[in-house]
């Protein structure tokens, strides 16, 4: 299976700020990456799919990048309804797979 | 609006069967796949399968291979996933969610507890 690690796990920051979370690939996976945020005891949220493309109603503060086996979420001016839990996910092969997420929490 | 309704709680012993279902409404079923995601208590997401309801055509994770099944009935729009051999370690919420581009639409969630 392709593994996805991102970094960092924890990412302590304050209103304003642009935050970024890598996700980094075991193999190469092109553009299948999609992002979600998840906010405790909700289901998560499509943010980003096929590594840059933006969902459909998400804010213009979220944008993806990168292709291969890195890639990378951009928060821009973090609001604080943005202080949650992201995840990458890899849709490349028949068997998908997450990274461990990286919990944003306020400073 | 498209949506995705799961069945509810359960509550299981070890080595029992659960079967978790997932009505969809708002778009037509048959075009796109529908997804299994679960969440343990304070951990990560894990993907377990999917299925094409068109064709029935699936596909599960290597972990779960041989104790999960993905099934669809078109006529009523849902989409079930059973579990079976529970252990404790299979206590999570499981989520069903579409596969439109990417998982774009996802179920609220069923928590699945096993225990003696």
């Known amino acids: 299976d392709i593994q996805l690690t991102q970094s960092p796990s924890t990412l302590s920051a304050s209103v304003g700020d642009t935050v970024t979370i890598s996700c980094r690939a075991s193999?190469?996976?092109?553009?299948?990456v999609a992002w979600f945020q998840q906010k405790p005891g909700k289901a998560p949220n499509l943010l980003i799919y096929q590594a840059s493309s933006l969902q459909s109603g998400v804010p213009s503060r979220f944008s993806g990048s990168g292709s291969g086996t890195e890639f990378t979420l951009t928060i821009s001016s973090l609001q604080p309804d943005d202080f949650a839990t992201y995840y990458c996910?890899?849709?490349?092969?028949?068997?998908?797979?997450f990274g461990q997420g990286t919990k944003v929490e306020i400073k | 609006q498209v949506q995705l309704v799961q069945s509810g709680a359960e509550v299981k012993k070890p080595g029992a069967s659960v079967k978790v279902s997932c009505k969809a409404s708002g778009y037509t079923f048959t075009n796109f796949d529908i997804n299994w995601v679960r969440q343990a208590t304070g951990q990560g997401l894990e993907w377990m399968g999917w299925m094409n309801p068109r064709d029935g055509d699936t596909g599960y994770a290597q972990k779960f291979q041989g104790r999960v099944t993905i099934t669809s009935n078109s006529s009523i729009s849902t989409a079930y996933m059973e579990l079976s051999g529970l252990r404790s370690d299979d206590t999570a919420v499981y989520y069903c969610?579409?596969?439109?581009?990417?998982?774009?639409?996802w179920g609220p969630g069923t928590m699945v507890t096993v225990s003696s």
């Open positions: 969610a579409r596969d439109r581009d990417a998982l774009d639409v």
């Open positions: 193999q190469s996976i092109s553009i299948w």
């Open positions: 996910q890899q849709y490349n092969s028949y068997s998908q797979t």
